[in-house]
């Protein structure tokens, strides 16, 4: 999914290296989808890693979610970090909460994880200005430069400035309006948040495959139903449950609504924006679907 920024409000690019802990510092040069240079620095951009870092103080065993640390200075709820072994094995976590001196993930490690071994902090972090951010634009396009045991690795990502970003909230009020009987399926476990991320992947990649961007829907509230739907398809579709099935009709019913519906930024459907920044809310080159 395209990370987004809200027009006019400062933000942090952040990169996660997917091969890993790079060997040093990371470049990023950031340019329009036009080939032009695009904010307020000069190419390239040097970025240095997230320096959090510290050694577990007791053994957590499979698919246990917290991890326990003499000191919690520097984690931040909602990063994501790796779990070094000291055979030098390693795996991505992502904090959902931080108390004295443990470490909540929002998922169960996959291995056993003892005595000694590392979480680090691997992120690399760029701020984006306000004034950077005051314009609408599409796929500004990321372009990271870094070196991974000696090799050279280049990698891209793109990111838009737009009005009202599409990302939704939910929480487990919205969740038991769909599902009565959540709390006895999911008991206190809050893992459920885990899935919001791929909720908006879905539903963005679902959208976006119609030639609109999901952000420029105003009807929120069938979004965020759609959203709701794909979370309880994840949490059911593991055990094979049928009522997986039942959800994801109803999450398509959702999209099906958000679509066809008139909306105040594309009122009649022509591909005209009606807000004042010029933009359409379709995709250039993209497919219109007709629902009977």
């Known amino acids: 999914m395209i990370r987004q920024f809200m027009l006019g409000y ?4 952040v990169f996660y290296p997917p091969e890993g802990l790079p060997d040093g510092n990371v470049s990023l ?3 329009t989808k036009e080939g032009e240079a695009w904010g307020d620095n000069v190419n390239p951009i040097t970025l240095t890693v997230d320096t959090a870092t510290e050694d577990m103080t007791a053994q957590s065993e499979i698919g246990s979610d917290v991890l326990t640390v003499a000191s919690v200075s520097g984690f931040v709820v909602g990063k994501r970090y790796l779990v070094v072994l000291d055979d030098g094995y390693w795996f991505e976590v992502k904090l959902r909460a931080v108390g004295t001196t443990t470490l909540t993930l929002d ?9 000694g071994a590392a ?6 972090t760029h701020a984006l200005t306000a004034l950077e951010l005051d314009v609408v634009r599409r796929d500004i396009k990321a372009l990271y430069v870094y070196a991974v045991g000696g090799e050279s690795i280049q990698h891209i990502e793109r990111f838009d400035c737009v009005r009202e970003p599409f990302r939704i909230a939910i929480t487990v009020k919205h969740i038991r309006e ?3 009987d959540f709390a006895d399926f999911a008991g206190a476990s809050q893992r459920w948040k885990s899935y919001v991320d791929g909720a908006h992947s879905e539903v963005d990649e679902i959208i976006r495959a119609h030639g609109i961007y999901p952000d420029r829907i105003q009807n929120r509230e069938a979004l965020r139903s759609a959203l709701v739907n794909s979370i309880l398809v994840k949490f059911h579709a593991p055990s094979q449950n049928p009522m997986a099935e039942v959800y994801r009709g109803a999450m398509n019913d959702c999209i099906q609504r958000a679509l066809t519906q008139n909306n105040a930024y594309d009122a009649n459907d022509s591909g005209t924006s009606s807000d004042d920044d010029g933009e359409t809310s379709r995709i250039p080159g993209g497919r219109t679907f007709m629902f009977i």
């Open 10 to 13: 400062a933000g942090n690019l």
């Open 119 to 124: 979480i680090k902090g691997w992120s690399f």
């Open 29 to 31: 040069s950031l340019f």
């Open 178 to 180: 769909k599902a009565a």
């Open 107 to 115: 998922e169960g490690v996959p291995v056993v994880v003892p005595v």
